[in-house]
């Protein structure tokens, strides 16, 4: 992923793959990011397409959708699960990124069609559990964080705790049974 630069309100910002940084090295607030994403556009579409190979579009992916770039990083897991249909990492990403979206009823269909192909890739079920908990199906979701949680030998990662702490929250007398 190359730099892009732009300008705004006679400042330039350039995007270095985790964020916008300004001249003082620091990050502009969210409405200039938001502008500043406007005003690159164009560049950032020339930069996708030349985006190419599963592991570059897989690293792009997780890269954009840790710095925020939701529709790009959306754009780029598309492609790298067109490219390897049957493999979950990158439906993974595709999945947190549609709930980072607020979109958990799209991350739920991308996550079922693997897994009901039998997957148990365990940050594609987290994911499958986080987007039943954006939607309220907390059984469904304690469920779904049990079986990662026992994939894993009874250890989970800090995202499947994270869910697992959600549900509780929400759900405690599930915890009671």
Request: overall charge positive; charged content about 15%; hydrophobic content about 40%.
């Given at each position: 992923m190359r730099r892009t630069t732009v300008t705004l309100n006679g400042r330039s910002y350039s995007f270095d793959g985790r964020g916008w940084v300004g001249p003082d090295c620091l990050r502009p607030p969210a409405a200039a990011i938001v502008e500043l994403n406007r005003l690159a556009a164009a560049q950032f579409s020339d930069d996708d397409d030349q985006t190419v190979g599963y592991e570059q579009l897989m690293d792009s992916a997780v890269a954009l959708r840790d710095a925020g770039q939701l529709e790009r990083a959306l754009r780029l897991a598309r492609r790298a699960m067109a490219a390897r249909p049957d493999d979950a990492a990158p439906a993974a990403v595709t999945c947190s990124v549609l709930r980072a979206m607020g979109r958990p009823k799209e991350a739920l269909l991308v996550a079922d069609d693997l897994v009901g192909?039998?997957?148990?890739?365990r940050p594609l079920l987290t994911s499958r559990a986080a987007a039943l908990a954006d939607l309220g199906l907390w059984e469904d979701a304690l469920r779904q964080i049990r079986q990662v949680i026992a994939i894993g030998g009874g250890r989970a990662e800090a995202e499947a705790m994270s869910?697992?702490?959600?549900?509780?929250?929400a759900a405690p007398e599930l915890f009671d049974q």
């Open positions: 192909q039998g997957s148990a890739y869910v697992w702490g959600r549900i509780k929250a």
